[in-house]
Protein backbone atom coordinates (compact mmCIF):
# COMPACT_ATOMS: atom_id res chain seq x y z
CA UNK A 1 0.00 0.00 0.00
CA UNK A 2 1.40 3.58 -0.65
CA UNK A 3 2.19 5.36 2.26
CA UNK A 4 0.72 9.14 1.93
CA UNK A 5 2.23 11.36 4.51
CA UNK A 6 1.84 14.81 2.62
CA UNK A 7 -0.77 16.34 0.65
CA UNK A 8 -0.47 19.31 -1.93
CA UNK A 9 -4.14 21.04 -2.64
CA UNK A 10 -3.84 23.53 -6.02
CA UNK A 11 -6.62 25.60 -5.84
CA UNK A 12 -7.39 27.40 -2.71
CA UNK A 13 -11.36 28.39 -3.20
CA UNK A 14 -14.37 26.71 -1.86
CA UNK A 15 -13.40 23.35 -1.94
CA UNK A 16 -9.73 23.67 -1.94
CA UNK A 17 -9.64 24.97 1.26
CA UNK A 18 -12.04 22.91 2.05
CA UNK A 19 -10.07 19.87 0.83
CA UNK A 20 -6.96 21.35 2.85
CA UNK A 21 -9.18 21.43 6.18
CA UNK A 22 -9.99 18.27 6.12
CA UNK A 23 -6.67 16.69 5.48
CA UNK A 24 -4.63 18.94 8.09
CA UNK A 25 -7.54 18.08 10.21
CA UNK A 26 -6.52 13.99 10.01
CA UNK A 27 -3.12 15.14 10.83
CA UNK A 28 -1.65 15.42 6.87
CA UNK A 29 0.89 18.12 6.28
CA UNK A 30 -0.89 19.92 3.45
CA UNK A 31 0.00 22.67 1.12
CA UNK A 32 -2.23 25.32 0.00
CA UNK A 33 -1.53 26.37 -3.43
CA UNK A 34 -3.03 29.34 -5.29
CA UNK A 35 -2.27 31.38 -8.05
CA UNK A 36 -1.66 34.45 -6.18
CA UNK A 37 -1.20 35.27 -2.48
CA UNK A 38 -4.42 37.12 -2.04
CA UNK A 39 -6.47 33.72 -3.02
CA UNK A 40 -4.41 31.59 -0.81
CA UNK A 41 -5.00 34.00 2.00
CA UNK A 42 -9.12 34.52 1.33
CA UNK A 43 -8.41 30.19 1.43
CA UNK A 44 -6.97 30.16 4.77
CA UNK A 45 -9.11 32.82 6.14
CA UNK A 46 -11.79 31.04 5.46
CA UNK A 47 -10.61 27.71 6.76
CA UNK A 48 -9.89 29.53 10.21
CA UNK A 49 -13.61 31.00 9.97
CA UNK A 50 -14.70 27.45 9.74
CA UNK A 51 -12.27 26.30 12.30
CA UNK A 52 -13.14 28.50 14.61
CA UNK A 53 -17.41 27.61 14.17
CA UNK A 54 -16.21 24.32 15.39
CA UNK A 55 -14.76 25.80 18.27
CA UNK A 56 -17.85 27.91 19.30
CA UNK A 57 -19.71 24.65 19.05
CA UNK A 58 -16.94 22.59 21.17
CA UNK A 59 -16.35 20.34 18.90
CA UNK A 60 -13.20 21.00 18.77
CA UNK A 61 -10.63 23.01 21.50
CA UNK A 62 -8.71 26.24 20.43
CA UNK A 63 -5.40 23.74 20.58
CA UNK A 64 -6.93 21.69 18.02
CA UNK A 65 -7.81 24.54 16.17
CA UNK A 66 -4.14 25.94 16.02
CA UNK A 67 -2.72 22.51 15.27
CA UNK A 68 -4.90 22.21 12.15
CA UNK A 69 -3.88 25.75 10.97
CA UNK A 70 0.08 25.07 11.50
CA UNK A 71 -0.14 21.95 8.97
CA UNK A 72 -1.02 24.06 6.55
CA UNK A 73 1.65 25.47 4.42
CA UNK A 74 0.26 28.13 1.83
CA UNK A 75 1.91 28.27 -1.13
CA UNK A 76 2.49 30.09 -4.72
CA UNK A 77 5.39 28.18 -5.43
CA UNK A 78 4.01 25.07 -7.79
CA UNK A 79 7.73 23.15 -7.45
CA UNK A 80 6.21 22.14 -3.75
CA UNK A 81 4.46 19.49 -5.38
CA UNK A 82 7.70 17.96 -5.69
CA UNK A 83 8.29 17.04 -2.21
CA UNK A 84 4.22 15.68 -1.70
CA UNK A 85 2.93 11.83 -2.03
CA UNK A 86 -0.45 13.45 -3.85
CA UNK A 87 -1.78 16.50 -5.51
CA UNK A 88 -5.37 17.02 -5.00
CA UNK A 89 -6.57 19.42 -7.77
CA UNK A 90 -9.62 22.21 -7.21
CA UNK A 91 -8.68 24.55 -9.60
CA UNK A 92 -11.75 25.96 -11.90
CA UNK A 93 -13.95 23.52 -14.06
CA UNK A 94 -11.88 23.89 -17.21
CA UNK A 95 -10.22 20.98 -19.47
CA UNK A 96 -7.50 23.71 -20.63
CA UNK A 97 -6.58 24.61 -17.34
CA UNK A 98 -6.72 20.85 -15.48
CA UNK A 99 -4.69 19.31 -18.31
CA UNK A 100 -2.13 21.90 -18.75
CA UNK A 101 -1.56 21.88 -15.08
CA UNK A 102 -1.55 18.43 -14.73
CA UNK A 103 1.39 18.33 -17.69
CA UNK A 104 2.85 20.45 -15.33
CA UNK A 105 2.85 18.60 -12.01
CA UNK A 106 3.91 15.34 -13.63
CA UNK A 107 6.74 17.09 -14.53
CA UNK A 108 7.69 18.35 -10.75
CA UNK A 109 5.72 15.48 -8.44
CA UNK A 110 7.97 12.82 -6.83
CA UNK A 111 7.40 9.10 -9.11
CA UNK A 112 5.71 7.95 -6.80
CA UNK A 113 3.06 10.55 -6.23
CA UNK A 114 -0.41 9.84 -7.24
CA UNK A 115 -1.82 13.15 -9.31
CA UNK A 116 -5.96 13.29 -8.21
CA UNK A 117 -8.56 15.74 -9.35
CA UNK A 118 -11.28 16.99 -7.75
CA UNK A 119 -13.32 17.69 -11.12
CA UNK A 120 -17.08 17.83 -11.20
CA UNK A 121 -17.39 16.71 -14.59
CA UNK A 122 -14.32 16.52 -16.89
CA UNK A 123 -12.95 13.00 -17.67
CA UNK A 124 -10.22 11.84 -15.66
CA UNK A 125 -8.67 9.70 -18.63
CA UNK A 126 -8.62 12.77 -20.38
CA UNK A 127 -6.62 14.39 -17.43
CA UNK A 128 -4.51 11.61 -17.02
CA UNK A 129 -3.39 11.72 -20.93
CA UNK A 130 -2.04 15.27 -20.46
CA UNK A 131 0.46 13.15 -17.56
CA UNK A 132 3.30 10.39 -18.73
CA UNK A 133 1.74 8.59 -15.28
CA UNK A 134 -2.17 7.85 -16.78
CA UNK A 135 -2.04 4.68 -13.92
CA UNK A 136 -1.36 7.85 -11.14
CA UNK A 137 -4.01 10.05 -11.78
CA UNK A 138 -7.63 9.62 -10.53
CA UNK A 139 -10.49 11.41 -9.71
CA UNK A 140 -11.41 12.56 -5.98
CA UNK A 141 -14.63 14.13 -5.92
CA UNK A 142 -15.43 15.86 -2.58
CA UNK A 143 -19.11 17.32 -2.20
CA UNK A 144 -19.28 20.90 -1.30
CA UNK A 145 -19.31 22.17 1.99
CA UNK A 146 -16.13 19.64 2.00
CA UNK A 147 -16.07 19.52 6.13
CA UNK A 148 -19.53 18.65 6.34
CA UNK A 149 -20.57 16.29 3.61
CA UNK A 150 -19.53 12.88 3.98
CA UNK A 151 -19.16 11.57 0.29
CA UNK A 152 -16.22 11.31 -1.48
CA UNK A 153 -17.31 9.86 -4.66
CA UNK A 154 -13.85 8.13 -6.55
CA UNK A 155 -13.46 8.10 -10.20
CA UNK A 156 -11.42 5.78 -11.99
CA UNK A 157 -9.55 6.42 -15.44
CA UNK A 158 -9.24 3.91 -18.17
CA UNK A 159 -5.61 3.43 -16.70
CA UNK A 160 -5.66 3.93 -13.09
CA UNK A 161 -3.90 1.47 -11.21
CA UNK A 162 -5.66 -0.76 -8.63
CA UNK A 163 -2.87 -0.01 -6.30
CA UNK A 164 -3.85 3.63 -6.50
CA UNK A 165 -7.75 2.92 -6.25
CA UNK A 166 -6.86 1.29 -2.92
CA UNK A 167 -4.41 4.18 -1.78
CA UNK A 168 -7.54 6.86 -2.65
CA UNK A 169 -10.01 4.27 -0.90
CA UNK A 170 -7.54 4.21 2.39
CA UNK A 171 -6.76 8.01 2.38
CA UNK A 172 -11.05 8.95 1.94
CA UNK A 173 -11.84 6.95 5.07
CA UNK A 174 -8.51 8.54 6.71
CA UNK A 175 -10.42 11.76 5.90
CA UNK A 176 -13.13 10.53 7.78
CA UNK A 177 -15.47 10.20 4.50
CA UNK A 178 -17.29 7.09 2.81
CA UNK A 179 -15.82 6.46 -0.76
CA UNK A 180 -18.36 5.43 -3.48
CA UNK A 181 -16.21 4.12 -6.31
CA UNK A 182 -17.87 4.84 -9.75
CA UNK A 183 -16.33 5.05 -13.60
CA UNK A 184 -15.23 7.59 -15.55
CA UNK A 185 -18.60 8.80 -17.85
CA UNK A 186 -19.23 12.20 -17.80
CA UNK A 187 -20.68 14.35 -14.87
CA UNK A 188 -19.96 10.61 -13.10
CA UNK A 189 -22.85 9.25 -11.14
CA UNK A 190 -23.38 12.85 -8.48
CA UNK A 191 -23.42 15.84 -11.21
CA UNK A 192 -25.39 13.25 -13.93
CA UNK A 193 -28.27 13.44 -12.30
CA UNK A 194 -27.93 16.41 -9.63
CA UNK A 195 -27.50 19.11 -12.82
CA UNK A 196 -29.74 18.39 -15.01
CA UNK A 197 -32.20 18.60 -12.30
CA UNK A 198 -30.59 22.26 -11.46
CA UNK A 199 -30.82 22.51 -15.19
CA UNK A 200 -34.14 22.17 -15.79
CA UNK A 201 -35.16 24.27 -12.56
CA UNK A 202 -33.35 26.86 -13.88
CA UNK A 203 -35.91 26.62 -17.16
CA UNK A 204 -38.50 26.67 -14.65
CA UNK A 205 -37.80 29.64 -13.92
CA UNK A 206 -36.80 31.12 -17.98
CA UNK A 207 -39.96 29.71 -19.41
CA UNK A 208 -41.91 31.95 -15.87
CA UNK A 209 -43.79 28.77 -15.00
CA UNK A 210 -42.70 30.28 -11.51
CA UNK A 211 -40.23 32.24 -9.22
CA UNK A 212 -36.92 30.43 -7.80
CA UNK A 213 -38.28 30.90 -4.38
CA UNK A 214 -41.25 29.16 -5.33
CA UNK A 215 -39.20 26.14 -6.78
CA UNK A 216 -37.48 25.70 -4.30
CA UNK A 217 -40.34 25.43 -1.89
CA UNK A 218 -41.71 22.76 -3.81
CA UNK A 219 -38.42 20.87 -3.94
CA UNK A 220 -38.10 20.96 -0.17
CA UNK A 221 -41.59 20.61 0.78
CA UNK A 222 -42.67 18.20 -1.64
CA UNK A 223 -39.58 16.16 -2.40
CA UNK A 224 -38.31 16.20 1.09
CA UNK A 225 -35.25 18.15 -0.20
CA UNK A 226 -33.20 19.58 2.44
CA UNK A 227 -31.99 22.30 0.24
CA UNK A 228 -33.82 23.93 -3.22
CA UNK A 229 -32.14 23.61 -6.74
CA UNK A 230 -31.92 26.98 -7.06
CA UNK A 231 -30.43 27.44 -3.24
CA UNK A 232 -27.25 24.99 -4.17
CA UNK A 233 -26.91 26.11 -7.65
CA UNK A 234 -25.72 29.23 -6.01
CA UNK A 235 -24.11 27.56 -3.43
CA UNK A 236 -22.45 25.32 -6.02
CA UNK A 237 -21.21 28.31 -7.89
CA UNK A 238 -23.39 29.14 -11.57
CA UNK A 239 -20.13 29.23 -13.38
CA UNK A 240 -19.41 25.33 -12.15
CA UNK A 241 -23.24 24.35 -12.75
CA UNK A 242 -22.42 25.86 -16.56
CA UNK A 243 -19.10 24.43 -16.84
CA UNK A 244 -20.77 21.06 -15.75
CA UNK A 245 -23.82 21.32 -17.68
CA UNK A 246 -21.80 22.11 -21.32
CA UNK A 247 -19.62 19.04 -20.11
CA UNK A 248 -22.73 16.38 -20.35
CA UNK A 249 -24.06 17.89 -23.19
CA UNK A 250 -20.58 17.68 -24.94
CA UNK A 251 -20.01 14.19 -23.07
CA UNK A 252 -23.54 12.90 -24.19
CA UNK A 253 -24.59 15.00 -27.39
CA UNK A 254 -28.22 14.50 -26.25
CA UNK A 255 -29.84 17.74 -26.21
CA UNK A 256 -31.71 17.06 -23.09
CA UNK A 257 -28.52 18.64 -21.40
CA UNK A 258 -28.55 21.67 -23.01
CA UNK A 259 -27.42 24.57 -20.47
CA UNK A 260 -30.35 26.87 -20.32
CA UNK A 261 -29.94 29.95 -21.46
CA UNK A 262 -30.83 32.26 -18.35
CA UNK A 263 -27.94 30.54 -16.54
CA UNK A 264 -25.21 31.50 -19.40
CA UNK A 265 -26.70 35.04 -19.07
CA UNK A 266 -26.12 34.85 -15.26
CA UNK A 267 -22.75 33.72 -15.72
CA UNK A 268 -21.82 36.44 -18.37
CA UNK A 269 -23.06 39.07 -15.54
CA UNK A 270 -20.82 37.62 -13.13
CA UNK A 271 -23.66 36.77 -11.26
CA UNK A 272 -22.44 33.51 -9.75
CA UNK A 273 -24.19 32.84 -6.81
CA UNK A 274 -22.94 33.10 -3.11
CA UNK A 275 -19.68 33.67 -4.06
CA UNK A 276 -19.75 36.97 -5.63
CA UNK A 277 -23.07 37.61 -3.62
CA UNK A 278 -25.28 37.56 -6.18
CA UNK A 279 -27.34 34.84 -8.26
CA UNK A 280 -30.55 33.58 -7.66
CA UNK A 281 -31.03 35.03 -4.92
CA UNK A 282 -29.00 38.08 -3.40
CA UNK A 283 -26.03 37.13 -0.31
P1 LIG B 1 -13.61 28.39 -6.86
O1 LIG B 1 -13.87 29.34 -7.99
O2 LIG B 1 -14.13 28.69 -5.51
O3 LIG B 1 -12.01 28.18 -6.70
C1 LIG B 1 -11.14 27.85 -7.73
C2 LIG B 1 -9.74 28.33 -7.34
O4 LIG B 1 -8.78 27.79 -8.25
C3 LIG B 1 -9.59 29.86 -7.39
O5 LIG B 1 -9.09 30.32 -6.14
C4 LIG B 1 -8.59 30.07 -8.53
O6 LIG B 1 -7.74 31.19 -8.32
C5 LIG B 1 -7.81 28.78 -8.51
N1 LIG B 1 -7.14 28.47 -9.77
C6 LIG B 1 -7.60 28.62 -11.03
N2 LIG B 1 -6.67 28.22 -11.92
C7 LIG B 1 -5.59 27.81 -11.20
C8 LIG B 1 -4.30 27.31 -11.53
N3 LIG B 1 -3.93 27.14 -12.80
N4 LIG B 1 -3.45 27.01 -10.53
C9 LIG B 1 -3.80 27.17 -9.24
N5 LIG B 1 -5.01 27.64 -8.85
C10 LIG B 1 -5.89 27.97 -9.82
O7 LIG B 1 -14.10 26.97 -7.39
P2 LIG B 1 -14.55 25.67 -6.53
O8 LIG B 1 -16.00 25.71 -6.31
O9 LIG B 1 -13.62 25.53 -5.38
O10 LIG B 1 -14.28 24.50 -7.60
C11 LIG B 1 -12.98 23.97 -7.81
C12 LIG B 1 -13.09 22.61 -8.49
O11 LIG B 1 -13.86 21.74 -7.67
C13 LIG B 1 -13.76 22.62 -9.87
O12 LIG B 1 -13.16 21.66 -10.67
C14 LIG B 1 -15.19 22.23 -9.51
O13 LIG B 1 -15.88 21.66 -10.59
C15 LIG B 1 -14.95 21.22 -8.43
N6 LIG B 1 -16.07 20.98 -7.51
C16 LIG B 1 -16.87 22.02 -7.12
C17 LIG B 1 -17.93 21.79 -6.25
C18 LIG B 1 -18.82 22.91 -5.81
O14 LIG B 1 -19.88 22.65 -5.21
N7 LIG B 1 -18.46 24.16 -6.03
C19 LIG B 1 -18.24 20.44 -5.75
C20 LIG B 1 -17.28 19.44 -6.15
C21 LIG B 1 -16.27 19.72 -7.03
Known amino acids: ?93 KMDVKASLFHELDKLAQEHAILATNTSSLPITEIAAATKRPEKVIGMHFMNPVPVMKLVEIIR ?58 VDEVMKLGMNHPMGPLTLADFIGLDTCLYIMETLHEGFGDDKYRPCPLLRKYVKAGWLGRKTGKGFYSY
Open 1 to 93: MMDIQKIMVIGAGQMGSGIAQVCAAAGFDVFLHDLKEEFVNRGMSSIDKQLQKQVEKDRITLQEKDAILERITPSVDLTHAGSVDIVIEAAVE
Open 157 to 214: GLATSDEVYEAIHDLTKKLAKVPVEVNDFPGFVSNRILMPMINEAIYTVYEGVATPEA
